[in-house]
């Protein structure tokens, strides 16, 4: 059977743990980046020149290595078990400051502490190597995925299966943590090892082993060299800082004081969050900035780096004229 036709067979089991719903959280300006990201606007970062192919049919899921007992998994074994829907943003690790590799989805799927809790991990099993069906391989740290975080063997994305290109039949789906070291597509094997026994695709090519999500945040609207009238215009973006959240987002003109943004609610602190600042804006050009702060207290620094080998930081900025 053919992957096109494997996917349109899915019936996606109802959630047994539904996403609340939370009002509040989509700004409805035009240029901002939905709240939701549509599935075919989704960023796709992954080594495969050709999607793989992978039928439901076929798909088996091995759990072992350092684990009291081996388990393999169908994939009507998958969906028989507890699902949950969570929002969960994911972001690049090679995203730019300002960048678009970042999208917020509704995920189904089924806890995966739970699976490793069954299997019995070993304590000194710190890292757990998950491989696509292609051979690609992560390394998630185990204590992550174990924390209580809505870490996921995702089956479904904004309500219908995950497309093939986003990992269709089951992807892993971690909160908090860069796609590098968290996210595999085409899921066919985890093994439960150490960090210091076994090193992933990305590490190997120098990316650090542990890589958690830092602070972002970028301006969507007014765009770059955008030409806008004088008044007022609302300034607005998306910043995140997934399994932290986002606590504050300040904007500032041509170097001048920062002024808070206001937020959009969000279910929890695993999503991007939109903001929103009134800008009374006189003739000329400008130059726009922001920042964000996390719960943690950290404050997005000024100072950019490139995205190797932990992600980039820094601020995003834009420049507009106002006539």
């Known amino acids: 059977m053919s992957v096109t036709a494997s996917r349109a067979a899915v ?8 996403q609340p719903t939370v009002a509040g959280v989509d700004l409805a ?3 901002l980046s939905p709240f939701i990201t549509p599935n075919h606007d989704f960023y796709r970062i992954d080594t495969s020149l050709i999607v793989p192919q992978v039928p439901s049919e ?21 969906l028989a078990r507890e699902l949950v829907e969570r929002d969960i943003t994911l ?25 490793l809790t ?17 051979g690609f391989t992560i390394g998630t740290p185990t204590a992550v995925v174990m924390d209580g975080r809505d870490a996921l063997l995702a089956v479904g994305m904004n309500g219908e299966p995950l497309p093939a290109r986003h990992g269709f039949p089951v992807r892993m789906v971690v909160p908090g943590l860069y796609g590098y070291v968290s996210a595999t597509k085409w899921l066919v094997d985890l093994e439960l090892t150490r ?57 500032r003109v041509d170097g001048g004081r920062w002024a808070t943004a206001r937020l959009a609610s969000v279910p929890s602190t695993d999503t991007w969050r939109q903001w929103v600042w009134e800008w ?11 920042r964000a702060t996390d719960s943690t207290g950290a404050v997005q620094p000024e100072r950019r780096t490139d995205p190797f080998p932990r992600g980039a930081t820094g601020r995003s900025s834009t420049q507009v004229t106002v006539a």
């Open 118 to 134: 069954e299997a019995g991990v070993h304590p000194d099993a710190d890292m757990l190597l998950s491989t696509s069906s292609d």
């Open 58 to 78: 076929h798909w088996r899921l091995r759990v072992h290595g350092m684990v009291d007992t081996e388990l393999e998994l169908t994939f009507p074994q998958l």
């Open 195 to 251: 960090f210091d026994k076994e090193t992933p695709y990305w590490v190997e090519r120098g990316w650090v082993a542990q890589a958690p999500v830092l602070t972002m945040s970028r301006i969507d609207v007014p765009g770059p060299y955008s030409k806008v009238r004088a008044g007022k215009v609302a300034v607005a973006g998306v910043a995140w800082a997934q399994h932290r959240g986002i606590e504050k987002v300040e904007v």
């Open 280 to 290: 009374d804006a006189p003739p000329g050009g400008h130059l726009l900035e922001v």
């Open 91 to 115: 972001t690049c690790v090679s995203n730019e400051v300002g960048g678009y590799l970042a999208g917020n989805a509704r995920w189904l799927g089924a806890p995966l502490a739970d699976l």
């Open 11 to 18: 019936r996606l089991p109802p959630a047994t743990d539904v």
């Open 29 to 31: 300006i035009p240029g």
